[in-house]
Structure formats: structure tokens, C-alpha cells
Nanobody
Framework: QLQFVESGGGWVQPGGSLTLSCAAAGFTFDHKGIAWFRQAPGKGREVVSCISGSGAGTTYADSVKGRFTISKDNAKNTVYLQMNRLESEDTGIYYC??????????????????WGQGTQVTISS
């Protein structure tokens, strides 16, 4: 059975850091792009970052560039999202999702075929 398990969410004060993990079971990351999405309260789900199947290509939303870093460990079948200098606007539920292809691009959400259950990130003082 294919599934993702996200972890690492929680509450931090503005300016703090968190690292999210997305562990896969039932498949490997080698040939599929993996993205992190977030959904803020009352808003739609938006892509935050993506890493290509090879790991050589990464993309970031403008709002997180310079603050977030996506990476993956193929041996552990896990993708990470290191989040620094967190802001209240980063609050939301963070999901990882698998692309049908290996290349990150501005794909519609229909191109993601498996989703994790989400992990809550709350930034407040």
C-alpha cells in the first residue's frame, strides 16, 4: 500500500525554525517529483516547494525563497522541508504529495497522485 507519513509540525514563535519530514512507504522517490503544499486557514492549498526525482531540481514559492530548503534522502525514502525565519503567514497544514512525473513545474494539483495526511504548523507569539 502506497502512503506518506508527515511529521515535524508544531507551534513555534515568529523567527523560529521547524523541519518537516515526509516518509514514503510502498514506493521510492527516485523517479517522481515530491512537493510540499500548505493550506492556510480559509485559503486554498498552494505549493510551497518541490524536488525532482533526481534531486537535482528544486523549486520554491516566492514567499518562502531564502527561508525554506527542500531535500531528500533516497536511502530513507524521506523528503524534508527545513523552514527557517518562520512568519505568521506560514501557518497552515502542510502536505507532501507525489507527482506523476519526475520534473517539478507549475503542474495542476491533478498531476499529484498521492497525498499525505498533513501536519499542522502554527506560528504565533
Amino acid at each position: 500500500q502506497l502512503q506518506f507519513v508527515e511529521s515535524g509540525g508544531g507551534w513555534v514563535q515568529p523567527g523560529g525554525s521547524l523541519t518537516l519530514s515526509c516518509a514514503a512507504a510502498g514506493f521510492t522517490f527516485d523517479h517522481k517529483g515530491i512537493a510540499w503544499f500548505r493550506q492556510a486557514p480559509g485559503k486554498g492549498r498552494e505549493v510551497v516547494s518541490c524536488i525532482s526525482g533526481s534531486g537535482a531540481g528544486t523549486t520554491y514559492a516566492d514567499s518562502v525563497k531564502g527561508r525554506f530548503t527542500i531535500s531528500k534522502d533516497n536511502a530513507k525514502n524521506t523528503v524534508y522541508l527545513q523552514m527557517n525565519r518562520l512568519e505568521s503567514e506560514d501557518t497552515g497544514i502542510y502536505y507532501c504529495a507525489r507527482l506523476r512525473t519526475s520534473v517539478c513545474w507549475d503542474w495542476p494539483q491533478s498531476e499529484y497522485d498521492y497525498w499525505g495526511q498533513g501536519t499542522q504548523v502554527t506560528i504565533s507569539s
